[in-house]
């Protein structure tokens, strides 16, 4: 069981540049989360997925679009990095809202 | 909405002594409340949930949480600190109506020799 995986573990991209943070999950989870984590501001979620074909907003969804592909995937994507959306991003999944499934983290670096 | 305040950016205890880290909760409805901690360069693990049974909830390596409703608060304690249990730890929220989990701030845990 490999739990929460994602791609890629370090990226660094020039301002402007695009590119997408891909999640999978093979617990058979329904919601899944994404987080940004910066020092001092803890988690702060940018959008969630309750259900297949479903997305919201979370806190800080500014820059970013998401997609829920299907049950197993959900994607991240950021169309105009900017040096602010350096941080570390992770994803997350729940069955219900008791116990969330993290995964390791993608570093993102916008210079 | 439903947030979190955790007291304290950094704790330092001794190894030995008793931990104690803070969290008060904000939740128009009951809440549900969890501990995860995170080490260097990993992802976050759960330590302990409350989901409305037992207010004095126990949870992995030793840790215990009281959920106390009149005081907003859901504070992690350990009795006695291990060096092992140099980390941040996350106080979370969440509600049964909405799938959204919301984290504090986080509170980094040092302990002295």
């Known amino acids: 069981n490999a739990g929460v995986t994602q791609t890629p573990k370090f990226q660094v991209l020039k301002t402007g540049q695009s590119m997408t943070l891909q999640c999978a999950q093979d617990?058979?989870?329904?919601?899944m989360y994404w987080y940004r984590q910066d020092p001092g501001m803890g988690l702060r979620l940018i959008y969630y997925?309750?259900?297949?074909?479903?997305?919201d907003k979370g806190e800080v969804p500014n820059g970013y679009n998401v997609s829920r592909l299907n049950k197993r995937e959900f994607s991240l994507r950021l169309e105009s990095a900017a040096p602010s959306q350096t941080s570390v991003y992770f994803c997350?999944?729940?069955?219900?809202?008791?116990?969330?499934?993290f995964g390791q983290g993608t570093r993102l670096t916008v210079v | 909405a439903q947030s979190v305040t955790q007291l304290g950016s950094h704790v330092s205890v001794s190894e030995g002594a008793l931990v104690l880290l803070r969290c008060n909760y904000s939740?128009?409805?009951?809440?549900?409340l969890f501990w995860y901690v995170q080490y260097p360069n990993q992802g976050l693990q759960l330590l302990l949930k409350?989901?409305?049974?037992?207010?004095l909830v126990k949870g992995i390596n030793g840790f215990e949480a009281e959920f106390k409703k009149s005081e907003t608060s859901f504070h992690l304690t350990k009795p006695s600190a291990h060096m092992s249990d140099a980390a941040e730890y996350f106080c979370?929220?969440?509600?049964?109506?909405?799938?959204?989990?919301?984290f504090g701030k986080g509170t980094r845990l040092h302990i002295l020799p």
């Open positions: 997350a999944s729940t069955r219900t809202v008791t116990e969330a499934f």
């Open positions: 617990m058979n989870h329904n919601s």
């Open positions: 997925s309750a259900s297949e074909g479903t997305t």
């Open positions: 939740s128009s409805v009951p809440p549900y």
């Open positions: 409350y989901t409305s049974a037992a207010t």
């Open positions: 979370a929220v969440s509600e049964w109506r909405d799938d959204k989990i919301i």
